[in-house]
């Protein structure tokens, strides 16, 4: 029996080391799918932001942060006078209103802090305040309390598609519609029915489900996602958005870590090796967005310290990218999510799907479907949204909200759904990518030939501007743009988003102050040039900052 005994000991001796060996590959695969950059790596994203040490430049190191000669530090100090002058007559009441609300709205405060770096912030807030509040909107304009009549650019974060004007039809006629049956939840107003079918048809699905937000509608899928496959894990793209809870932001900005999110890179052999061989992965999810940057947060001016923003359109490439995706997942049994809740409706008709020309088991959308109100939708699979099974009734993926399908959104999303067909609507997706290339192109020429250091990227009509020379001061592009009359999102320069309805001649307007905005801010000297800057030394002054600041006796431990 002692040799049988020793045969069988080593035995498992050998089967213990192969499934280490096994895990251990599983684990050295998991980790080169990961983006090098902290953007990959979320947990020690959270733990470097949690040694990031707050300091602020006063009003001489302000205008000398790069090391600028004397000369150039006055032509600043006395341009940033002249552009705060010019606030404080332009923008009274919208900028009172403001600080009067900020104690009281939180959302305010965070907006107002990291409107730019940090370093930056006090002094710019104290001089350059920008109103919250708006008076009223007609056409591509937005005008505030004081009667200044803007260029949007903010799209409303992606809402505005059509244009306010069109919003505010829908919205009328949708007050008409559920006037009768008012805000009676549970039941349903008859356009849902005709929404599901509609919403069917576009989105090539087979079920609908409503919801009141774009977050809440990710969350949902998900959710139905690890339900039907009976896996634990999702797998999301470095810098992909996909709402504020916290399994899609597992690093910096949610105070919990991620547990059973794998954050890994996008248009990578090492991320399609970890979906063939991993067995916990039940979904898969998806911005389309994620085209103009891939691996990349989209682009905020608060992080703007240098000129090292960088985006780029490859169409083609991105759509042979979901593809892979697309028969991966086929092979392995994940759910392949689009997370359309931005681009939805806005890259074409048919969605992200369409433009790609790539099919997903499930898709989110929001903002703009609800008509100008609150909304989130799941489109999918029929054996992908069944939330019971029939042989096991107390096994259920429940989800329900008190406001799902409020019949007033409900005739909004219908209004929205049924202009969809109109003609006139209809003609603004025609050569949609050409006309919003062209324009791109047009604006990135004249910036050029006037020597000015900044160019666009587009993904259609979403647009980032990005910098061509270095320089630790592009985060002010945006103050200069709102004194030209553009109105630009908390997040400044780094996501502009047109309404599809900008005529010609809007477009004209928009860059010829585009234009006079940049030639101000290089007459301003803060596009001052030394050979000796480079984006490399702007980050290596910043980081010795830091750790100074850090080391200093009187950083609080």
């Known amino acids: 029996m002692e040799p049988i005994t020793t045969v069988a000991a080593y035995g498992l001796g050998a089967a213990a080391l192969a499934a280490a060996a096994m895990k251990l590959k599983s684990r050295l695969e998991l980790s080169k799918a990961k983006h090098p950059s902290l953007t990959g790596h979320s947990r020690l994203a959270r733990r470097v932001a949690a040694l990031v040490p707050f300091y602020q430049y006063d009003d001489g190191r302000f205008f000398s942060a790069d090391g600028a000669p004397e000369a150039v530090v006055a032509e600043r100090r006395a341009d940033f006078a002249r552009l705060a002058a010019l606030y404080r007559v332009r923008y009274p009441r919208s900028v009172a209103l403001t ?68 919003y505010k039809e829908c919205i009328s006629r949708a007050e008409e519609r559920a006037r009768a049956l008012g805000p009676v939840l549970g039941a349903y107003h008859p356009v849902v029915a005709d929404n599901a079918t509609r919403l069917a048809r576009l ?45 899609v932001q597992p690093g910096v900005g949610n105070p919990q870590p991620a ?65 892979q995706l697309r028969a991966v997942c086929d092979e392995r049994g994940i759910v392949l999510i689009f997370d ?47 939330r019971f099974r029939e042989d096991r009734p107390a096994d259920i993926c429940f989800a329900r909200g008190t406001f799902n399908s409020h019949p007033y959104v409900m005739a909004a999303m219908n209004e929205f759904l049924r202009r969809l067909d109109e003609p006139d609507i209809a003609r603004l997706y025609t050569d949609l990518d050409q006309n919003w290339d062209r324009r ?27 910098y061509t020379k270095p320089s630790a001061y592009n985060w002010m592009f945006q103050y200069y743009l709102r004194a030209e009359g553009l109105a630009l999102s908390w997040v400044g320069t780094g996501r502009i988003i047109f309404s599809l309805n900008y005529s010609a001649a809007d477009f004209a307007a928009v860059a010829d102050r585009f234009v006079a905005a940049a030639r101000a ?37």
């Not at 937000?213 to 958005?241: D, I, K, N, P, W």
């Not at 989209?298 to 042979?320: E, M």
């Not at 890259?347 to 790539?358: D, I, M, N, P, S």
């Open 340 to 386: 359309e809740v931005f681009v939805g409706f806005r890259l074409a008709r048919g969605g992200a799907q369409e433009y790609f020309g790539v099919a997903a088991d499930l898709v989110t959308y929001g903002k703009s479907l609800g008509g100008g109100l609150p909304i989130g939708v799941v489109c999918g699979r029929k054996h992908l949204m069944k």
């Open 99 to 166: 600080a009067e609300a900020r104690g009281l709205i939180s959302d305010l405060q965070f907006t107002g802090l990291y409107r730019v770096p940090f370093q930056f912030s006090r002094f710019v807030r104290e001089h350059l305040p920008i109103g919250a509040f708006l008076d009223s909107s007609a056409g591509v304009t937005v005008t505030d309390l004081d009667g200044n009549a803007f260029y949007d650019l903010t799209g409303s974060y992606g809402v505005n598609l059509f244009g306010y004007d069109f």
């Open 440 to 466: 791109a192109t047009e604006l990135n020429d004249r910036l050029r030939e006037a020597a000015l250091p900044v160019q666009v990227e587009n993904l259609s009509s979403i647009w980032t501007i990005c």
């Open 203 to 247: 989105s090539g699905m087979d079920e609908i489900s409503f919801h009141m937000s774009g977050t809440e509608a990710v969350m949902q899928a998900v959710r139905l996602a690890r339900y039907h496959t009976r896996r634990s894990h999702l797998v999301r793209f470095c810098g992909a958005y996909h709402g504020w809870w916290g399994e």
């Open 521 to 557: 801010m290089r007459q301003g000297g803060w596009w001052w040039e030394d050979p000796a800057v480079t984006n490399r030394t702007i980050r290596r002054r910043i980081l010795r900052e830091m750790i100074a600041q850090r080391l200093s006796p009187h950083h609080p431990s």
């Open 259 to 323: 547990r059973e999110t794998y954050t890994l890179k996008e248009m990578s052999e090492d991320t399609l090796r970890v979906l063939r061989h991993r067995r916990d992965i039940a979904c898969v999810l998806v911005n389309p967005a994620q085209a103009m940057h891939p691996n990349t947060a989209a682009p905020g001016d608060s992080t703007l310290v240098d000129s090292g923003r960088r985006a780029h359109v490859d169409r083609a490439a991105y759509s042979q990218w979901l593809k």
